[in-house]
């Protein structure tokens, strides 16, 4: 079984400062990552996945994430982020073979101050 | 249509009744999923289409909660004598193919009195 942990469940940040967002996952197969953002009284919308190839993956929004297989990590990085970027931010998971459904952590409150 | 409906967006409910939630897929997309959103606890997984069969009912939290899907479109989740406990958002997704990650819903928010 997979699992996630979102280590912060909540970041204040400066505006127009970087942020990261740190995911940690647990495995004993290959996996796909995503990083999802819920805006207030809304559904969640996909920012980015790494599915394979290059480690860097760029998102919408600016947004982007490294995934380190030896540290099991897939961090979420912005280098200047602005108030519409508050929002609550979600990493997943799940196996690369099968139909396992996506787990999901719980959450991150990036809360950007003006 | 252009995304995943769910209707209805609000729903507030006496303890003991039963609600129906329904779930409009994005047209062609085989996979729909059911999560539950509560205050603090990130999503849990309740079940998972695929057509219209469910080959994971592991996450629905007791025999009180149902689903079903049918035409390999429109779900529907049934809960039956509501708690308070049931109160949450209640999250629907669909997925062409799993590397395309899901689309999901704007939810519907349960509230049990």
């Known amino acids: 079984a997979q699992s996630v942990t979102q280590l912060d469940s909540q970041v204040p940040v400066f505006e127009e400062a970087p942020v990261e967002l740190r995911c940690n996952y647990s495995?004993?197969?290959?996996?796909?990552l995503f990083w999802y953002v819920q805006y207030p009284n809304q559904g969640l919308q996909l920012l980015l996945k790494?599915?394979?190839?290059?480690?860097l993956v760029k998102g919408i929004n600016g947004f982007e994430a490294e995934f380190n297989k030896s540290q099991t990590s897939f961090h979420l990085r912005k280098p200047s982020v602005h108030i519409s970027d508050t929002a609550e931010y979600f990493c997943?998971?799940?196996?690369?073979?099968?139909?396992?459904?996506?787990?999901f952590g719980k959450g991150t409150r990036l809360s950007v101050i003006a | 249509g252009a995304g995943v409906s769910q209707s209805p967006s609000n729903k507030v409910t006496e303890k003991g009744k039963d609600v129906e939630l329904r779930c409009d897929p994005i047209?062609?997309?085989?996979?729909l999923y059911w999560y539950r959103q509560s205050l603090g606890q990130g999503l849990e997984f309740l079940i998972y289409?695929?057509?219209?069969?469910?080959?994971?009912k592991s996450g629905l939290p007791s025999d009180r909660f149902s689903a079903e899907r049918t035409g390999g479109s429109v779900s529907t989740l049934t809960i039956q004598r509501t708690q308070q406990e049931d109160s949450a958002v209640y999250l629907c997704?669909?997925?062409?193919?799993?590397?395309?990650?899901?689309?999901f819903g704007s939810g519907t928010r349960l509230t049990v009195v």
């Open positions: 997704a669909s997925s062409r193919d799993r590397n395309y990650g899901y689309t």
């Open positions: 495995s004993s197969v290959s996996v796909y």
């Open positions: 790494y599915l394979s190839g290059s480690t």
């Open positions: 997943a998971v799940s196996p690369v073979s099968g139909n396992t459904p996506l787990v």
């Open positions: 047209s062609g997309h085989t996979a």
């Open positions: 289409f695929q057509g219209n069969s469910a080959p994971d």
